[in-house]
């Protein structure tokens, strides 16, 4: 047991380590109330991510993972959302953001994104506050609608992210989410900031799904939703990717194949390889 726990250290330190020296390309950092031309027609496809710091992101994931080998698979876990994300961008209609946090540490995303993804600061305090200024601040700078989008679906699937795009831009106004499996959501859009779409919501329960659909109901926004997906954010859900990427075992509930998160899967396969 003391030999496996050493080698998953090892091997989250080298993997952070790689990713690190890979870190050398910068992306242009947007400022809300800045609203640049041409974007009207745009959606904005924006991760909310924290700067991959060991100790600072994927704690619940330690255990099973050391600091070090949570901060390389959080690295992996934003590579592969925004591979994602550039798939669906490249018809013109989307752009792949992250909104990020804390404000100095946009060198962490450095090499980490394709071309054309940008970066744009959180703020605010508790989570609600720092979703709602996330859509206020994106739509400040001109886009036609955005989508946040969580950090910690690695396989979630392109279709619904299409989907989330094509509908917002349709005529009219819309409100697009997707649940997730533990009662939260990883996907929510919008084409206008709605405050009450973040007001008394349990964060961090399983309520949140539903009670945002009842704040969206209460405020007659017109709403789709999108298949079920899931978030890692514990050692269960860990496996649950493990078993999806590595031996091809979908989620009980899905009904579309995820993405094929590649930097996730190296990840998880080097993991048991070390561990074996």
């Known amino acids: ?15 952070f380590a790689e ?7 910068g992306y242009p950092i947007l400022e809300r109330g800045v609203r640049r031309t041409g974007l009207e027609g745009i959606c904005a496809l924006a991760v909310m ?9 994927k704690t619940r994931l330690q255990p099973p993972l050391s600091a070090e080998a949570a901060a390389a698979l959080n690295v992996c876990f934003l590579r ?6 550039a798939s669906v961008t490249s018809n013109g209609k989307a752009q792949g953001l992250i909104s990020y946090t804390p404000v100095g540490d946009e060198a962490a995303f ?33 886009f036609g609608a955005v989508c946040l989008i969580d950090s910690d679906s690695p396989t ?3 279709d619904a992210l299409r989907t989330a ?47 945002t659909i009842e704040r969206a109901r209460e405020a007659g926004l017109q709403l ?11 050692a269960g859900t860990l496996v649950m990717l493990e078993r999806e990427l590595l031996l091809g075992e979908l989620p009980a509930f899905a009904k579309v194949d995820g993405f094929d998160a590649r930097w996730t899967r190296e990840f998880l396969a080097e993991r048991v390889s070390e561990a074996s």
């Open 165 to 211: 795009v094509a509908e917002l831009m349709r005529p009219g106004e819309c409100t697009v989410i997707g649940a997730s499996d533990d009662g939260g959501y990883y996907l929510i859009g919008m084409k206008r900031a709605e405050p009450g779409l973040f007001e008394r919501i349990a964060w961090s329960t399983e309520r949140v799904y539903a009670e």
């Open 156 to 158: 979630l699937p392109s």
């Open 110 to 142: 450095d090499g980490l994104l394709p071309e054309g993804f940008a970066l744009i600061a959180q703020r605010g305090n508790e989570f609600g506050e720092r979703l709602l200024c996330a859509a206020e601040d994106i739509l400040s700078c001109g």
């Open 19 to 25: 990713v690190l020296r890979l870190n050398n390309r």
């Open 49 to 57: 991510a924290k700067a991959p710091r060991p100790g600072k992101v």
């Open 224 to 234: 789709v939703e999108l298949p079920k997906w899931y978030d890692v954010d514990d």
């Open 80 to 85: 592969d959302t925004a591979e994602n994300i």
């Open 1 to 15: 047991m003391q030999a496996n726990i050493a080698l998953t250290i090892d091997c989250g330190r080298r993997l």
